[in-house]
């Protein structure tokens, strides 16, 4: 089965959060907080970056988790693409932020908010949030070079284009928002 996952982080004003976060901070939340993801998180943290195998690491990401709001989310994209620069991947039969994560590795990753880059985030979660993801994104050329090595493991069709825009990218979107006074909306999707 063949399928391109996207992954999009995109600084939005605060009317654009408070538009979107009734619809899609509940199913976020819903499973960040829910026992078997807690569960399988810890199994994670505890056991460190090889703990999960890939299937397993899918399974708790719930890459598809907003799949069912697609409609929202191409709309605020559209209206928003031109405002500035924003994080935008996509990989043929991968998940670009579960790939992230497998890259980074889960102590670094679960500094991030929401949950495996499904978030909507004011602009004060964002300024708030901007130390610890500086922190989790922070890579000296070394530990760059592992991560990349990584994030192919879990995403072997990932081109050279959207691994740098995964690595590299995130941060300065963020920091973007944050000086800007902006929220975040990020999405993992799998559109059909």
Same mark, same amino acid.
């Given at each position: 089965?063949? %399928?391109?996952? %996207?992954?999009?982080?995109? &600084? ?8 979107? $976060? &009734?619809?899609?901070?509940? &199913? ?19 056991? !460190? ?23 929202? =989310? %191409? ?7 031109? $405002? !500035?620069? %924003? ?11 579960v790939g992230l994560a497998h890259a980074l590795g889960p102590n670094r990753f679960r500094a991030l908010p929401g949950w ?6 004011? &602009? ?6 901007l130390p610890a993801v500086e922190a989790a994104l922070t890579l000296l050329p070394s530990g760059r070079r592992s991560a ?6 879990? =995403? ?14 995130? =941060? ?5 928002? $944050? ?14």
């Open positions: 089965m063949s %399928f391109t996952g %996207f992954w999009v982080v995109m &600084p939005v004003p605060m009317s654009v959060v408070e538009e979107v $976060a &009734p619809v899609l901070g509940p &199913p976020i939340e819903d499973r960040r907080t829910s026992h078997s993801a807690r569960r399988a998180m810890e199994c994670w943290v505890d056991g !460190g970056p090889d703990a999960l195998d890939v299937p397993q690491l899918h399974a708790l990401a719930a890459p598809y988790l907003l799949d069912d709001h697609l409609d929202l =989310l %191409f709309d605020v994209w559209e209206a928003h693409e031109k $405002a !500035g620069p %924003f994080l935008k991947s996509a990989c043929r039969k991968g998940y670009p932020a495996f880059g499904n978030f909507v985030l004011t &602009p004060e979660e964002v300024r708030t949030a990349e090595v990584r994030l192919r493991e879990v =995403l072997e069709e990932v081109s050279a284009e959207d691994a740098d825009t995964l690595l590299d990218s995130l =941060l300065p979107t963020w920091r973007r928002a $944050a000086a800007e006074g902006q929220g975040l909306i990020g999405a993992q999707v799998t559109p059909d």
